[in-house]
């Protein structure tokens, strides 16, 4: 039933942003509505900072990392006030729904204006893969391959060094993207928020392996984990091996998205369209058992996401 929708960008980016909006766009003027980019996140609601898009708005964008219609944070949208400066923003843009790409924070954004009479659809776009409803999250895919490529070459220079590098990935609170490139690097160890971790027994498994043989190590600590520098200190400590730290940071928000960012993208992006063509709002678009659904959005903020703790003791086994 919709005629006109909005498409905006919130919080951090994520590769394969781009890939979505494309997707809404394309969708929604396929099914004959209107489509306006909202630049800027919430900021660009609340400020009126929009642009009616066509076809050719999305050309070649689906390769590109970052976000065309840029990203920020509102503080102002999170209090009732923003939510009702942001609901009668929409009706003077003749807006009959808005899809909003980003993480948890956005969504309790998006699940606010659709109290408010505003039908929102949320997809999830972050590097980190930590929201709840869904087993993927768009950018998560191009962000490990960076990661696990920069460690690739970490390690080519630790191995010249008889040394052991410390890395820190990024993940806000989750380590979901540190033990799945720790494991497609072969990491001697991985450290994250979600298990606890013995330094100890990491140096000894060091001592122990380099006596047979072993000349390097690398160990993937989580960012959440908060201590990569003690860690490194400790670990050098401990086992005499000399230790370097390495944050990685924000180039594993870069780059031109993966196939699996963009084909994921690309279907939600769909979905959330043909959810607002029927007048739904309040929800969020997610994968689960591999295939795209979508659930409403109060259920999806209260669910909790399991770690990947299979993962965690096949790496932790294999890893001396
Ligand atoms: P993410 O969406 O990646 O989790 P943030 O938590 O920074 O990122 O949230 C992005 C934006 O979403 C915030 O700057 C704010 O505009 C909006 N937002 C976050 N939390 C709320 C909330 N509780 N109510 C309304 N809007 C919110
Ligand atoms: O949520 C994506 C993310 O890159 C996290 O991994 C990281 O903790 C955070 O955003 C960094 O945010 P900022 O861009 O504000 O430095």
Redesign the pocket.
Known sequence: MAKKIGVLTS????PGMNAAVRAVCRAGLQKGMQVLGIRRGYNGLLNGEVVDMNARSVSGIIQRGGTMLYTA?CPEFMGAEGVKKGRDKCIELGLDGIVVIG?DGSFRGAADLSAQGIPCIGIPG???N?ISCTEYTI?YDT?MNTAMEMIDKIRDTAQSHDRCSVVEV?????GY?AINVGAAVGAEAVITPEREYDLNAIAKNMQETKKAGKTHFIIVVA??VGKTEYITRTIQELTGIEARATIL??V??GGSPTVRDRVIATEMGYHAVELLEQGIGNRIVGMKNNKIYDVDIQEALSMKKPFEDDLYDILTRTAF
Not at 11 to 14: F, I, K, L, M, V
Not at 170 to 174: E, H, I, L, N
């Open positions: 919080g951090g980016d994520a944070r993480g972050t590097i980190d930590d950018g962000a990024m993940g806000r609170g989750a993207i960012e959440g940071g924000h594993q928000r």
